[in-house]
């Protein structure tokens, strides 16, 4: 239970990092999700850059695959934290226990394999 | 025949073996009447039992709050004329536990209250015993704090909090908001004093930004941003002295 | 958190302390709100998570990503991002207005600080638009 009891002690920077994914979520996703998931699909807005060449001409950019790992990464971490805060009202004493371990364990998993996967874009 | 109005208490008596349950009183209505004039009106003419608090009959005590039609409420500034005709229900101020009909235990607030040193602290302690220094603050400087400052310890904040509801080792709204009354006065240098406190699990991070603290204040304190300004103080100073090395709690 | 003028008054009869069930949010608007934009994360995630795939195709090459954008061009997934979008737009909107109040003060009014978030969030939506499509 030492891992446990260390991971609440970083309550400030899981805080933060809730604060981060939220701006760039409130900042960013809209746009994406407008255009990429409704205006293309839609055919109001050209295929043209979803294309794989395109898509990988994009992405071989060092800074868009940054750009797309905080995409990712942020908002995991603000998902996690409220996904916490909101279970543990249910005031489940063994759930309350694991939660932040198992919430920010998740977030920094899929974290790490967004890493990776960058990793690998040739 | 005049006007009349029902109001429904939630009551309880364990001395008596009385049950937490709701009793209908139909009295006369006057349209300038307030709550608490209400339940005088029930105390020294229908039910001489039913006990609830109040003092100053004008919103500065803190004393007379309670659950008007569920929502917390001081009794002496609401006014039987924004319900009636229709019924009014009471209860005991909420996420409290209740010691007998409309009176809660308020021992928690106390203690938490205290804990946050809601008073000026001088780094120097021969400050208070030194009557003759003054200490100048300027319009600007006091503007700072000045709306947390007007905090009458009420306690309808907390029970409007679902988090102090749910998790009553919560800090809470009037505790944080005070803590950030201190910490913005410049005669105080007490930050470091309160700054466990605040920064503890149970403190400024159990709050999840429900908002209904600021909602309900009397005062207008808003608690709610103190408490979220408070996170972000304390997320940097956090931050400042973990990169110096050696992580605090 | 000593208390030595506390009174010894905790003979006191027996409390009540009422129970909250787990519907409590339902029970005012004020929640119910709260409870809808605390439950917009999950959105929030599943859009990331979404990104994530595309990116996850893509590093495995032309065949696999074309079947995912295949997918991604359909009906199907465009239900999904609208739902996602109105969720996401929801955790915007309250987020931006949240900033107001926590950083409004002094001089910016809450609404200005609000009103400079929308500003912003144009200018990156524009951003967004011409530096990734």
């Known amino acids: 239970m030492g891992l446990i009891k260390f991971i609440k002690s970083l309550e400030p920077l899981w805080w933060s990092l809730f604060g981060l994914g939220g701006a760039i979520a409130a900042f960013l996703f809209p746009a994406h999700i407008l255009i990429q998931g409704v205006l293309i699909p839609a055919g109001i807005l050209p295929k043209d850059t979803l294309q794989y060449e395109n898509f990988a001409g994009l992405l071989s950019s060092p800074f868009v695959r940054i750009y797309f790992l905080a995409l990712i990464v942020f908002p995991l971490y603000h998902a996690a934290h409220r996904i916490r805060m909101t279970l543990e009202d249910l005031r489940i004493g063994w759930l309350n226990a694991i939660l932040p371990l198992l919430c920010y364990g998740g977030a920094t998993a899929i974290s790490i394999s967004a890493v990776v996967v960058i990793l690998r874009l040739s | 025949m005049a006007d009349q109005i029902k109001l429904t208490i939630w009551r309880y008596n364990p001395?008596?073996?009385?049950?937490?349950?709701?009793?209908?009183?139909?009295?006369?209505?006057?349209?300038?009447?307030?709550?608490?004039?209400?339940?005088n009106h029930i105390k020294a003419e229908v039910d001489g039992s039913l006990s609830y608090r109040w003092s100053c009959r004008m919103a500065i005590c803190g004393s007379c709050g309670m659950m008007v039609n569920g929502t917390p409420r001081l009794t002496c500034s609401t006014y039987l004329n924004e319900f009636y005709p229709n019924e009014v229900t009471l209860e005991p101020l909420a996420n409290f536990p209740i010691i007998k009909d409309l009176v809660v235990d308020l021992t928690d607030f106390m203690d938490k209250l205290r804990s946050v040193k809601p008073w000026i602290i001088r780094e120097n302690k021969k400050d208070d015993e030194d009557t003759s220094k003054e200490y100048l603050q300027t319009p600007t400087q006091m503007e700072s704090y000045y709306q947390q400052s007007l905090c009458i310890n009420c306690t309808l904040c907390y029970a409007a909090c679902p988090a102090y509801g749910l998790h009553s080792d919560f800090l809470g709204p009037a505790a944080i908001a005070l803590t950030y009354r201190y910490n913005n006065d410049s005669r105080d240098q007490g930050r470091e004093d309160r700054r466990k406190v605040v920064a503890a699990e149970n403190g400024v991070w159990k709050c999840p930004v429900v908002g209904d603290c600021t909602e309900v204040c009397p005062k207008h304190v808003d608690p709610s941003a103190a408490i979220q300004r408070t996170k972000v103080n304390s997320a940097v100073s956090w931050f400042f002295s973990a990169l110096k090395g050696g992580k605090r709690e | 958190?000593?208390?030595?003028?506390?009174?010894?008054?905790?003979?006191?009869?027996?409390?009540?302390?009422?129970?909250?069930?787990?519907?409590?949010?339902?029970?005012?608007r004020s929640t119910l709100l709260f409870m809808i934009r605390e439950w917009s994360s999950v959105f929030v995630a599943l859009y990331a998570l979404c990104l994530l795939g595309q990116l996850c195709a893509l590093s495995k090459g032309a065949e696999s990503y074309n079947a995912l954008l295949a997918k991604s061009l359909s009906g199907a997934s465009l239900v999904l991002h609208l739902v996602m979008g109105v969720f996401v737009l929801y955790h915007m909107v309250t987020w931006f207005k949240i900033s107001g109040r926590i950083f409004g003060s002094g001089p910016l009014s809450p609404g200005a600080v609000t009103a400079i978030n929308y500003v912003v969030w144009v200018a990156a939506s524009i951003g967004v638009f011409y530096w990734i499509f």
């Open chain 2, 15 to 39: 001395d008596k073996g009385e049950e937490y349950r709701p009793q209908t009183f139909t009295i006369p209505y006057q349209k300038d009447w307030s709550i608490l004039d209400a339940l």
């Open chain 3, 1 to 28: 958190m000593s208390t030595p003028n506390r009174p010894p008054s905790t003979e006191v009869t027996k409390t009540y302390r009422r129970p909250i069930p787990n519907t409590w949010w339902l029970k005012k």
